[in-house]
């Protein structure tokens, strides 16, 4: 109840305000560019590399190929994939037990891609000022044009980025060839502008909403993290207490910290938290405000390093273990997890034989012979066309019917073939017989078999005789 005893409304939910980011310069900010520079050159310019005519990178799922750097991955690589996918899992517990959320700084898709909307909001709205001001001025020719320009380099960076994502599922310039005829499928144009969507919504209205309440990492780095993690931490014993005075001033004198109050830390981060408040989930460890607030310590005359990398231990005068157990825990299931990739790719065989028993027809019997027939799938997963020739054996007298010349198999293709196997009646002895049945190329290099059931029902001897 209010003071003039009339009901009071609460509202439940407060619109955040919008964050305007300020730029900054320094040894981080670089870090970043850099890695923005790397991961979005290998987002967009590797689905156009090929190499003999294969995409480099090519998630062909109608065929159900994996083409990875020049390795193609088929379903019964499975093991490969799940390997590969527990590697990414323990690298990220690995960095962010060592320092922190590096990940969410340097190398997030929504990091990387929320920085590129801002430069574009940069070189059309201005500075954060000048963004600002524009924002809460009216509607007039000016604002209409820079608003207009934004939106436009927004929205075709973000078909681009959809276009590009489907391009690693499709072969890219056949997507492109078609796009350009209006001529796309379905599927290909919803992903293409969902994606798009999403970038465009993601890093271009969302931004830091992502990260403070949709993103699950920051919620559970917690677990992850502990007093030796290195993470970004202001020096509360020398900063405070905070204050304003002239860069002649004596902060002794004072009574005051180092910490200026001038608010940089808190203009440059990209979630709108203040550092000097301590650790927070919002917090992504772009480590923009060590860079601003060592360029005011520049300015100010006094150490840096008021806002640093440090621990939890360090910043309290505890000693500070950075190589510790569960740091050599991670680093060593990382690496025998590498390991069992390399052995399991190394050891992956080259050509996959399987045989299907013609479940309509069991068995034949012509001219003293019996005969069985199957079907036999060869599986190429090597970059050459092969000429496989098959064999069998495990019984006497046991040879291939058909096929009598040698089976040629494209590059990453599967080539199903009728198989028929006989046998001389006088050989045979009822009953289900193990035989393997054996592919090889026609220089030898390539060898593969399985193991399957030749079937001699008494009946057909009964007859024979």
Same mark, same amino acid.
């Given at each position: 109840?209010?003071?003039?005893?009339?009901?009071?409304?609460?509202?439940?939910?407060?619109?955040?305000?919008?964050?305007?980011?300020?730029?900054?310069?320094?040894?981080?900010?670089?870090?970043?560019?850099?890695?923005?520079?790397?991961?979005?050159?290998?987002?967009?310019?590797?689905?156009?590399?090929?190499?003999?005519?294969?995409?480099?990178?090519?998630?062909?799922?109608?065929?159900?190929?994996?083409?990875?750097?020049?390795?193609?991955?088929?379903?019964?690589?499975?093991?490969?994939?799940?390997?590969?996918?527990?590697?990414?899992?323990?690298?990220?517990?690995?960095?962010?037990?060592?320092?922190?959320?590096?990940?969410?700084?340097?190398?997030?898709?929504?990091?990387?891609?929320?920085?590129?909307?801002?430069?574009?909001?940069?070189?059309?709205?201005?500075?954060?000022?000048?963004?600002?001001?524009?924002?809460?001025?009216?509607?007039?020719?000016?604002?209409?044009?820079?608003?207009?320009?934004?939106?436009?380099?927004?929205?075709?960076?973000?078909?681009?980025?959809?276009?590009?994502?489907?391009?690693?599922?499709?072969?890219?310039?056949?997507?492109?060839?078609?796009?350009?005829?209006?001529?796309?499928?379905?599927?290909?144009?919803?992903?293409?502008?969902?994606?798009?969507?999403?970038?465009?919504?993601?890093?271009?209205?969302?931004?830091?909403?992502?990260?403070?309440?949709?993103?699950?990492?920051?919620?559970?780095?917690?677990?992850?993290?502990?007093?030796?993690?290195?993470?970004?931490?202001?020096?509360?014993?020398? &900063?405070? *207490? +905070? =204050?304003?005075?002239?860069? %002649?001033?004596?902060? @002794?004198?004072? $009574?005051?910290?180092?910490? #200026?109050?001038?608010?940089?830390?808190?203009?440059?981060?990209?979630?709108?938290?203040?550092?000097?408040?301590?650790?927070?989930?919002?917090?992504?460890?772009?480590?923009?405000?060590?860079?601003?607030?060592?360029?005011?310590?520049?300015?100010? &005359?006094? *150490? +840096? =390093?008021?806002?640093?990398? %440090?621990?939890?231990? @360090?910043?309290? $005068?505890?000693?500070?273990? #950075?190589?510790?157990?569960?740091?050599?825990?991670?680093?060593?299931?990382?690496?025998?997890?590498?390991?069992?990739?390399?052995?399991?790719?190394?050891?992956?065989?080259?050509?996959?034989?399987?045989?299907?028993?013609?479940?309509?027809?069991?068995?034949?019997?012509?001219?003293?012979?019996?005969?069985?027939?199957?079907?036999?799938?060869?599986?190429?997963?090597?970059?050459?066309?092969?000429?496989?020739?098959?064999?069998?054996?495990?019984?006497?007298?046991?040879?291939?019917?058909?096929?009598?010349?040698?089976?040629?198999?494209?590059?990453?293709?599967?080539?199903?073939?009728?198989?028929?196997?006989?046998?001389?009646?006088?050989?045979?002895?009822?009953?289900?017989?193990?035989?393997?049945?054996?592919?090889?190329?026609?220089?030898?290099?390539?060898?593969?078999?399985?193991?399957?059931?030749?079937?001699?029902?008494?009946?057909?001897?009964?007859?024979?005789?």
């Amino acid at each position: 109840m209010s003071e003039g005893g009339q009901p009071q409304t609460i509202p439940l939910y407060i619109k955040a305000p919008k964050v305007y980011p300020r730029e900054i310069k320094g040894r981080f900010a670089s870090l970043r560019v850099i890695a923005a520079w790397v991961l979005l050159g290998m987002y967009y310019v590797i689905p156009w590399i090929s190499v003999n005519g294969q995409q480099l990178v090519l998630f062909d799922l109608v065929n159900r190929k994996f083409h990875i750097l020049g390795l193609t991955l088929w379903p019964q690589d499975l093991i490969i994939l799940s390997l590969l996918l527990a590697m990414a899992a323990l690298t990220l517990f690995f960095f962010t037990a060592l320092a922190g959320r590096l990940w969410c700084g340097y190398a997030c898709p929504q990091t990387v891609w929320t920085e590129v909307f801002l430069w574009m909001e940069r070189i059309t709205e201005g500075r954060r000022n000048q963004r600002m001001r524009l924002d809460a001025g009216p509607w007039n020719r000016n604002k209409i044009v820079r608003k207009s320009t934004k939106q436009f380099l927004w929205i075709v960076f973000a078909l681009w980025t959809g276009f590009t994502f489907v391009g690693f599922f499709v072969p890219i310039r056949d997507v492109a060839v078609r796009a350009l005829d209006f001529n796309l499928g379905g599927w290909e144009t919803f992903w293409l502008f969902f994606y798009a969507f999403a970038t465009y919504g993601n890093a271009g209205f969302l931004r830091e909403q992502v990260c403070k309440y949709m993103c699950p990492y920051a919620r559970f780095q917690s677990a992850m993290l502990d007093d030796d993690s290195l993470i970004i931490s202001y020096d509360v014993e020398r &900063g405070e *207490p +905070r =204050g304003p005075r002239k860069r %002649s001033a004596n902060p @002794a004198e004072l $009574g005051l910290g180092d910490c #200026i109050d001038c608010m940089a830390c808190v203009q440059v981060c990209p979630t709108g938290i203040d550092i000097r408040d301590g650790l927070q989930i919002e917090c992504i460890a772009c480590a923009a405000c060590i860079d601003a607030c060592d360029d005011v310590m520049d300015k100010m &005359g006094y *150490p +840096r =390093g008021l806002i640093r990398y %440090s621990t939890g231990n @360090a910043m309290a $005068g505890r000693p500070t273990r #950075i190589l510790r157990p569960r740091i050599f825990i991670y680093l060593g299931a990382l690496l025998a997890l590498m390991a069992l990739v390399g052995m399991t790719v190394a050891s992956r065989q080259p050509l996959l034989v399987d045989v299907l028993r013609d479940r309509t027809a069991l068995h034949r019997v012509s001219d003293q012979m019996l005969e069985n027939p199957y079907t036999i799938k060869l599986t190429n997963r090597t970059e050459d066309e092969l000429h496989i020739s098959i064999a069998v054996e495990g019984l006497d007298g046991i040879y291939v019917i058909e096929p009598v010349r040698p089976v040629t198999v494209a590059p990453s293709q599967v080539a199903n073939q009728p198989l028929t196997i006989g046998l001389p009646l006088e050989n045979a002895r009822a009953g289900m017989h193990a035989i393997t049945v054996s592919a090889s190329d026609d220089d030898g290099q390539v060898h593969s078999e399985t193991e399957t059931r030749f079937f001699i029902p008494a009946r057909a001897l009964e007859n024979a005789q």
